[in-house]
């Protein structure tokens, strides 16, 4: 599953805030985004990520793909 991050600038100190969303959902794969801002309110990354949705809560029955 590919994952894009976007580093817009170095962060060496303080607190950051990450504010995510899901961009398209469908019944197995989901296309998810996340913003990453400084304590200025500034951009500081940027990632994009596709996820596969598994079913179920018992992980015996989910099949392992490697």
Not at 21 to 37: N, P, W
Request: hydrophobic content about 35%.
């Amino acid at each position: 599953m590919p994952c894009l991050n976007y580093f817009l600038k170095p962060i060496w100190e303080g607190k950051l805030r990450a504010e995510g969303k899901i961009i398209k959902k469908g019944g197995s794969m989901g296309l998810v985004e996340c913003h990453i801002y400084d304590k200025k309110g500034s951009l500081v990354a940027h990632a994009t990520s596709t996820c596969m949705i598994l079913k179920g809560n018992d992980e015996s029955k989910r099949t392992k793909l490697y």
